[in-house]
DNA sequence: CTTAACGCCTGAAGGC
DNA sequence: TGCCTTCAGGCGTTAA
C-alpha cells in the first residue's frame, strides 16, 4: 500500500504523538512481523525505552530509542500505525465532544500494541501481514540503510546521476524504478503517475532514456512526491495515516487506476492497463508514445 | 551482474 | 446464492 507520501504521512503523525514517550510495555498478538528477534528479546528491547524521534528512509520508518538503538519498520501493503491518546473522561463518565475513535484491543488484524507510560497506546495493524519491524542495536541500522537508495530529494541525485545509472539497465524503465537499490520510496502508483507526467513511455528500456527525458523524468518524480505529500499521501482502499484520517491524493490521479477513461491531458483517447513484471502499469497511450 | 517468476497473506470484487 | 478467479500502495528469495 504505503510509499513515500504515505510512509512519510504516517512518519509525521508519529512525531507528533510518541517522540518523549516511554514504552511501559508491550503486547504482541502476532509474531510474524518480528524478522530478526523472538517475543522475549523484543520485549526487552523496547520495554522502559523512550522514543527520541522518528525519521523515514524510502519506505522505512525509523524510530529511535534513548539508548542508541532502533526499530525499523516497514508497512508492505496493508501495515498501519493507530495512535490513541489517553481515554479522558472515562471515570467522570463518557465525552461528549467529538473525539478520535477509540480502537478496541480485539480488533481485527491488530498486530502489537505499545503501551506508553502516561496512558496513551500506538496501536500496528496488518491485514495482510507483510509488514515487518526489526531491531537494531546501537548504530547496525546503518547497515539496513546502505541497502537502500537514496530518496529522490537527496542531493546527490541529479539527472546525470540517474541517466548514469539508467544507462546499466536494458529493462523497461518502469519497473526499473520501482528498484529500491536503485531510488527509494517509488511504488506502483507514482512511478505510474511520474512517468505520465513526463510523457514518458513506460515500455522504454532505461538504457534508451535521453538527457532530457531524464530531466524531466526526476523533476516530474519530485513534482507528484511532493504534491502527494502535501496531500496526505493516497488513500486508494484502506491507506489511514495514524489518526486514521485518509489521503486526499487520489483526487489528483492522472492514470493509475483509470483504466477505460478519456485522458485528462490529450482527450483523445482512453487510458490502458498492462502488466510489467506481475504488476499493472497505466498509461495513455498517445500522451506516452506507446504502440 | 541483471532479470523474471514465485511466494508470502487476507479480503474484496467480478464473472459465471 | 455460491464458487472460482483475479486483483491489491511490496519485496525477499530463487533460478536462469
Redesign the pocket.
Known amino acids: 500500500?504505503?510509499?513515500l507520501p504515505?510512509v512519510e504521512t504516517v512518519v509525521r503523525g508519529l512525531k507528533q504523538t510518541i517522540i518523549g514517550k516511554t514504552v511501559e510495555s508491550v503486547k504482541i498478538l502476532d509474531e510474524?512481523p518480528l524478522i530478526n528477534s523472538k517475543v522475549p528479546e523484543f520485549s526487552r528491547f523496547i520495554e522502559g525505552r523512550r522514543f527520541t524521534d522518528v525519521l523515514r528512509f524510502?519506505?522505512y520508518i525509523h524510530f529511535l530509542l534513548d539508548n542508541g538503538s532502533s526499530l525499523v519498520a516497514?508497512l508492505?501493503?496493508t501495515g498501519k500505525y493507530i495512535y490513541q491518546d489517553v481515554l479522558l473522561g472515562t471515570e467522570a463518565g463518557p465525552r461528549t465532544e467529538a473525539g478520535p475513535p477509540t480502537l478496541p484491543e480485539n480488533s481485527?488484524?491488530l498486530r502489537i500494541i505499545f503501551y506508553f507510560t502516561d496512558g496513551s497506546k500506538l496501536f500496528y495493524k496488518d491485514?495482510?501481514?507483510?509488514g515487518t519491524i526489526k531491531i537494531y542495536r546501537d548504530g547496525a541500522v546503518i547497515e539496513e540503510k546502505a541497502r537502500t537508495g537514496p530518496d529522490p530529494f537527496e542531493k546527490i541525485v541529479t539527472p546525470a546521476w540517474l541517466l548514469e545509472k539508467l544507462k546499466?539497465?536494458?529493462?523497461?524503465i518502469k519497473?526499473?524504478l520501482?528498484d529500491?537499490k536503485l531510488l527509494s520510496g517509488l511504488?506502483?502508483?507514482y512511478v505510474c503517475e511520474a512517468l505520465f507526467k513526463a510523457q514518458v513511455n513506460p515500455f522504454l528500456p532505461?538504457d534508451r532514456l535521453d538527457e532530457n527525458m531524464a530531466e524531466k523524468l526526476l523533476a516530474e518524480i519530485r513534482n507528484v512526491l511532493r504534491l502527494a505529500i502535501k496531500k496526505n499521501?493516497?488513500?486508494?482502499?484502506?491507506?489511514r495515516s495514524i489518526d486514521e484520517k485518509s489521503g486526499e491524493f487520489q483526487a489528483m490521479l492522472q492514470v493509475y487506476g483509470k483504466e477505460g477513461e478519456i485522458c485528462r491531458k490529450c482527450g483523445s483517447v482512453t487510458i490502458s492497463?498492462r502488466?510489467q513484471?506481475?504488476?499493472?502499469t497505466y498509461y495513455c497511450s498517445y500522451c506516452q508514445g506507446v504502440d
Open positions: 500500500m504505503p510509499e504515505e510474524k524510502g519506505k516497514h508492505r501493503m481485527a488484524h491485514m495482510r501481514r507483510f546499466k539497465r536494458k529493462q523497461a519497473p526499473v520501482l529500491q511504488g506502483n502508483i532505461a499521501g493516497t488513500t486508494i482502499s484502506d491507506f492497463r502488466k513484471e506481475q504488476r499493472s
